[in-house]
């Protein structure tokens, strides 16, 4: 069978065992656009609703059941309702939501997470978003300069300044060692595209030709050290402790967006990696499912962050939830043992596929590393967005809707995602 009428198959088996997911999104549709609060959950023909989740299990409004591994886009390192989490959040709940001042227990967190991730000193906010907006303006006003650098095909919310050339088209995205500056969405002003300079992941020489060209105007380079926002894309040898030595040289502040992977090694990648950058944003999976995101670094760099100088803000910065899950997550759930024996899982897991892909002739890539990776299909390697480009979208999306037809959410939705393990 050809895999288009493989894919049509696989469409009506989905709609006959999901009727009432496509009723609440067509009404949805009408009072939210597309039906969806997030963008990136819908998908064709309409996305699952779900009624509950435990452990690695989630349930549809149907009454399907599915093992999860996109595990809230890798936000659930702790798998659903995690019963310490449970038990500890019920009973924080009734100690109030939200005081308005600080608590000793956010002390205790920062404490925690400046010595885990080798931090002088961090502010919380709550989304990936607010933390990478902060921490470019932190830059920004450290340096005295306006421009920053991002890489092609990363993503680090959205926000205006980094809405630049997170999935461009081949026929915008221009010279592969120049790449073009290409808004991401509607609304993003000109003025705000033409100070982010864009450069290829993986490619050392072009980064440096495009820093040394715009020497003196750069703060900021950030980047996912491992992007997880078109596929997984691992950095090859020498790739990130060439960035920090280019951002020493040129003055510019090295930021490493570890909302993703954070909470998928134990110090993150930079502990992985072994590679310090000045700012490190935290997200997703470190609070158990909770809103907490992280800014830290240097202590001279942080330091800025003066009242009524350098703002930095938020209702429900440090919120008594996020810090309690956060100090529950990080202590007594995501602990080094978790992850040598996740470590151990991933491999089990991407070798699985690996052997699968390989005898059925399949031609595809799977890399991982750690408790997360991906399948990207049609294409041998994958080490920039520019080789994202060549997969083979059509038969990703039929793999995808296949496996929820037979009660597995692979990984998170689109062939840009990853799959998440969670801990046992
Ligand atoms: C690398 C990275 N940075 C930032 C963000 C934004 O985080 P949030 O969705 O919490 O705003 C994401 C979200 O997926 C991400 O993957």
Redesign the pocket.
């Known amino acids: 069978m050809e895999t288009k009428e493989i894919h049509e198959k696989e469409v009506e088996v989905f709609k006959q065992r999901t009727r009432k997911s496509r009723e609440i999104f067509e009404s949805n549709k009408l009072l939210v656009p597309y039906g969806v609060h997030?963008n990136?959950r819908l998908i064709d023909p309409y996305p699952l609703f779900v009624k509950r989740a435990q452990g690695s299990k989630i349930w549809d409004v149907d009454g399907n059941s599915y093992l999860d591994f996109n595990m809230g886009?890798?936000?659930l390192v702790t798998g659903h309702a995690h019963p310490v989490l449970v038990e500890e959040m019920s009973k924080a709940l009734a100690e109030g939501t939200l005081y308005g001042f600080e608590t000793e227990e956010a002390f205790k967190l920062a404490k925690l997470i400046t010595e885990r991730f080798g931090l002088d000193m961090v502010r919380f906010s709550t989304?990936?978003?607010?933390?990478?907006m902060h921490a470019i303006r932190i830059a920004r006003a450290f340096t005295s300069r306006e421009k920053i650098l991002k890489f092609e095909g990363?993503?680090?919310?959205?926000h205006d300044s980094v809405l630049v050339s997170v999935k461009p088209t081949l026929d915008k995205a221009g010279d592969q060692k120049l790449p073009n500056q290409v808004p991401a969405s509607k609304g993003v002003p000109e003025s705000v595209v033409s100070n982010t300079l864009v450069a290829p992941f993986n490619d050392l020489q072009s980064t440096e030709n495009i820093l040394r060209k715009n020497s003196g105007k750069v703060a900021a380079v950030i980047l996912?050290p491992i992007p997880?926002?078109m596929g997984f894309v691992l950095p090859e040898h020498g790739f990130l402790e060439g960035l920090r030595k280019l951002c020493d040289e040129e003055g510019c502040v090295l930021i490493f967006?570890?909302?993703?992977?954070s909470g998928k090694f134990y110090r993150g990648a930079a502990g992985k990696f072994n590679v310090k950058p000045d700012l490190m944003?935290l997200?997703?999976a470190i609070a158990g499912g909770h809103?907490l995101?992280v800014i830290g670094g240097k202590r001279e760099i942080m330091e800025n962050i003066v009242p009524g100088k350098l703002a930095h803000a938020g209702t429900f910065n440090s919120n008594p939830l996020s810090v309690k899950a956060g100090l529950i997550t990080l202590s007594k759930i995501l602990t080094q043992e978790a992850y040598s024996y996740l470590e151990k899982l991933g491999d089990e897991l991407g070798k699985g596929y690996s052997d699968i892909l390989n005898d059925s002739r399949i031609p595809a890539v799977v890399n991982w590393m750690g408790l997360s990776g991906a399948v990207s299909f049609g294409i041998r390697s994958v080490k920039n967005w520019r080789d994202f480009l060549n997969t083979n979208v059509g038969a990703w999306w039929t793999y995808y809707i296949s496996m929820l037809n037979r009660g597995v959410i692979p990984c998170g939705t689109g062939p840009d995602e990853q799959w998440t393990m969670k801990v046992y």
Request: hydrophobic content about 25%; proline content about 3%; overall charge negative.
């Open positions: 997030s990136y886009f890798g936000a989304t990936g978003l607010e933390a990478t990363c993503y680090h919310g959205s996912e997880m926002n967006d570890e909302v993703k992977t944003v997200g997703k809103p995101s």
